[in-house]
């Protein structure tokens, strides 16, 4: 007996993302968090960032929103209780968005890029003005 529960405990479950996309109620709430299946119906009113968080992301692929939040290794371990399975391996490659082209990666690192250059050189324009509005004072 023993033997069967472990082998079913291993077993993967599998969920095609139509049926992913179902789950998108107050009833039933699943994300998607790099090809894993999480059911977070039971963590919305706990979750620190509010439940519009998850709510966003009902239904699809929260990978990127995820990651991007830099979540601490509790809150993965708290992950890790909600898992429910993975994303069929037939289904993965629709979960790279479609709109992403190459256009849109150098538009993205241009938008990193200009997310730090343009403060410092807005920094740099205010400094060099105060310091001629302070010069001409004195």
Known sequence: ??????????AVKYYRLSE?????????TWIIINNK???????LEEHPGGEEV??????????????????????REMAAEMLIGEVHPEDRPKLIKPEESYATTVD??????????????AAAVA???????????Q
């Open 1 to 10: 007996m023993g033997d069967k529960g472990e082998s079913e405990k291993d």
């Open 20 to 28: 992913v996309e179902k789950q998108n109620t107050f009833k039933s």
């Open 37 to 43: 299946v999480y059911d977070v119906t039971q963590f």
């Open 54 to 75: 998850l709510r966003e992301q009902a239904g699809g692929d929260a990978t990127e929103s995820f990651e991007d939040v830099g979540h601490s290794r509790d809150a």
């Open 108 to 121: 993205v690192q241009q938008s990193s890029w200009y997310s730090w250059v343009v403060p410092v050189l």
């Open 127 to 137: 400094t060099l003005a105060y310091r001629v509005a302070t010069g001409e004072d």
